[in-house]
Every structure is written in structure tokens, then in C-alpha cells.
């Protein structure tokens, strides 16, 4: 185990045992959750973390940054985020524990012949210098591309990962990495990107290799990490949840939906 996972899984053993493990009857958690995490785990988790732990849960979904904010201004309890926290929120005592990772993929409707893409070709695709899948050994179609808007994680991540000093340019943008995958489905030529556990749910979109490397792969580069924020050190139900986090149902929870717990 490295020495990153090595602290990690300290402190959550830390905030583990620190947590009460008689399970309070009543209570309710309000959380504000990212909408890539909200359809990469889906409803079924919440209802078995209900049955659990005794507890429910108000789900208040937006974008990552949007649902930090909520926690910091003192709207919910919990947050669920695919970002980095900023140094100001560190300083303002916010404290993120990564639960599981997800590949960030590139996706096109099934009717792009294509199956292996090189990190170039990505780049030149999503800046508008392949306008034509012709041009990238597929059929000659447009090339269409959808984005989630800039303030979504799946946006950032993605630039910041993948793109390098190109910059991206989009023919629609959408809400939320969900409606950008929906759109891909219907949309001869259209290109986006999105968290795998996502795009698993659509049977008309498919994942690229990128320069040859399978997403989920030990050598793939492009990945995402799903983090459970709070403010100051966990108490009460927040501890709770944290505590089910850990357990070993939710970690077969999130490897059913393709999901890699960082806690084995």
C-alpha cells in the first residue's frame, strides 16, 4: 500500500472508531451532492443506506462547486464533490475524504467506427481542428461536440486533465454530464465526455480508447475522485455516513456500478 493510501486509510479508520457504532433510530442527513455522483450511484444506494443505518437522506443536487458552497454557507450537513477542494476552503476548515474513483471517458454515438483514439486526435476533436470523423479514420459525419457546462467537475477535470493548452470548443452545451450523454445518443456524429459509471447506463454511446489504453486500466490517466466533504471534523449523523462509506455493502455498492472504492 503506498504512503498516500497508507493516510488515507488511516484517517478514515480514525473517523471510524471514533463513530458511536450504535446507529441513532431516528434522524435525517442533508447533503448536497454532485449530479455525476447522484447518477453514478443512483437511488438504490440511498434506500439501502436507509436500511442500514436508520437514517434518511435529503438529496439536494447540483454541480460539485455549487453543492461546496451549500455546505459552506451552512445549507447542509454533507457535501459530495468531484473536485478538488480550493485552498480558501481548507482554511475555512472543510475537509474532503475520498471515497472511490470513476475513469473520465470520451464518448460517441455507436455509429462512430473509430474505436481507439490518440490523445492528439482528442485534443484536435474537442477544439474544433477535426471537424469531420473522416478525418480520424471514421465515417464521414460532422463532428458534433457536447459539453457539460464549464461549472460542472466533469468539465474541469476533464480540461485540466486531458486537454492541455488546447481550448474547447462546443456546438451545445448542457446542464448537467447526464443530458450531455442523453444528447450523444441521439446525435449522429456527436462527441462528449463523462464519468464511466454514467455513460455505462446508455446502450448508445461508446467509449474510446485512449491511445490505446482501456478506461479503468491501471496505466489509464484520466480519472475522477468522488469525495465526501464536511466542515470541521465529522459529528453526529455526518459521522454516520462516513461510517457506512467504509463499510463493506457500500463498497460492493460502488464496484456494481464500476466504481473503484479507494478503501479495499
Given at each position: 500500500m503506498s504512503p498516500r493510501r497508507k493516510g488515507l486509510f488511516a484517517l478514515l479508520i480514525a473517523l471510524s472508531l471514533a463513530l458511536p457504532h450504535a446507529v441513532s433510530a431516528q434522524g435525517t442527513v442533508n447533503a448536497s451532492c454532485s449530479s455525476q455522483i447522484a447518477e453514478a450511484f443512483g437511488r438504490t444506494v440511498l434506500?439501502?443506506?436507509?436500511?442500514?443505518?436508520?437514517?434518511?437522506?435529503t438529496l439536494h443536487v447540483f454541480s460539485s462547486q455549487v453543492s461546496v458552497n451549500r455546505l459552506k454557507n451552512g445549507f447542509c450537513e454533507l457535501a459530495a464533490s468531484a473536485l478538488k477542494l480550493s485552498a480558501d476552503d481548507r482554511k475555512l476548515g472543510l475537509v474532503a475524504i475520498p471515497i472511490c474513483k470513476d475513469p473520465m471517458v470520451v464518448i460517441a454515438c455507436k455509429e462512430i467506427t473509430v474505436s481507439d483514439l490518440s490523445l492528439t486526435q482528442v485534443r484536435r476533436l474537442f477544439s474544433g481542428h477535426?471537424?469531420?470523423?473522416?478525418?480520424?479514420?471514421?465515417?464521414?459525419?460532422?463532428?458534433?461536440?457536447?459539453?457539460?457546462?464549464?461549472?460542472?467537475?466533469?468539465?474541469?477535470?476533464?480540461?485540466?486533465q486531458a486537454m492541455g493548452a488546447s481550448q474547447v470548443k462546443f456546438d451545445y452545451q448542457a446542464a448537467r454530464s447526464s443530458s450531455a450523454v442523453e444528447a450523444v445518443s441521439h446525435i449522429p456524429g456527436a462527441i462528449s465526455f463523462a464519468t464511466r459509471s454514467v455513460v455505462t447506463k446508455f446502450n448508445n454511446v461508446k467509449m474510446f480508447t485512449i491511445d490505446g489504453l482501456e478506461p479503468g486500466s491501471k496505466e489509464y490517466p484520466y480519472?475522477?475522485?468522488?469525495?465526501?466533504?464536511?466542515?470541521?471534523?465529522?459529528?453526529?449523523?455526518?459521522?454516520?455516513?462516513?461510517n457506512y462509506s467504509l463499510s463493506e455493502k457500500a463498497r460492493e455498492n460502488m464496484k456494481r456500478r464500476?466504481?473503484?472504492?479507494?478503501?479495499d
Open positions: 434506500d439501502d443506506f436507509k436500511q442500514t443505518t436508520g437514517l434518511n437522506v477535426i471537424t469531420n470523423w473522416k478525418e480520424a479514420g471514421g465515417p464521414d459525419l460532422p463532428v458534433r461536440i457536447i459539453t457539460p457546462v464549464k461549472e460542472t467537475a466533469a468539465y474541469v477535470n476533464f480540461v485540466r480519472m475522477q475522485t468522488f469525495s465526501l466533504v464536511t466542515r470541521g471534523q465529522p459529528s453526529g449523523v455526518v459521522r454516520e455516513v462516513l464500476g466504481l473503484t472504492p479507494l478503501i
